[in-house]
């Protein structure tokens, strides 16, 4: 999750979408999510908190970050959980593209 944070922030003219499971990242830097970003994040996760993705999904949004978030309420820190990679986040995730410049 951090990572995809990470390249969303950091990278954002190479990547079109990112989607940060269960990550920890400075809520204060939501804004500088420029790209696509779904968050997804388990409600049970005793390892990274929920309330800090919650300040963040909100402080992107209130930012006017392309920000979509998703609580899984019985969930805790199951990154690599199937239920997590549906068809709609794949299609949602390959739909983003880069926009190219007129040359």
């Known amino acids: 999750g951090g990572g995809a944070y990470g390249a969303a922030t ?3 003219d190479i ?3 990112a989607v940060p499971i ?3 990242w400075d809520p204060l830097g939501g804004g500088a999510l420029r790209i696509a970003t779904w968050i997804v994040h388990g409600a049970l996760d005793a390892g ?3 309330a800090n993705t919650r300040a963040l999904a909100a402080g992107a949004k209130a930012a006017g970050a392309p920000v ?4 899984i309420p019985d969930m805790g820190h ?3 959980n199937p239920r997590l990679y549906t068809t709609a986040l794949w299609k949602w995730l390959f739909a983003n593209r880069k926009k190219t410049s007129a040359r």
């Open 78 to 80: 199951e990154c690599s």
């Open 22 to 24: 269960s990550g920890l």
């Open 68 to 71: 979509f978030f998703t609580e």
């Open 15 to 17: 990547f079109a979408a």
């Open 48 to 50: 990274m908190p929920i």
């Open 10 to 12: 950091r990278y954002a």
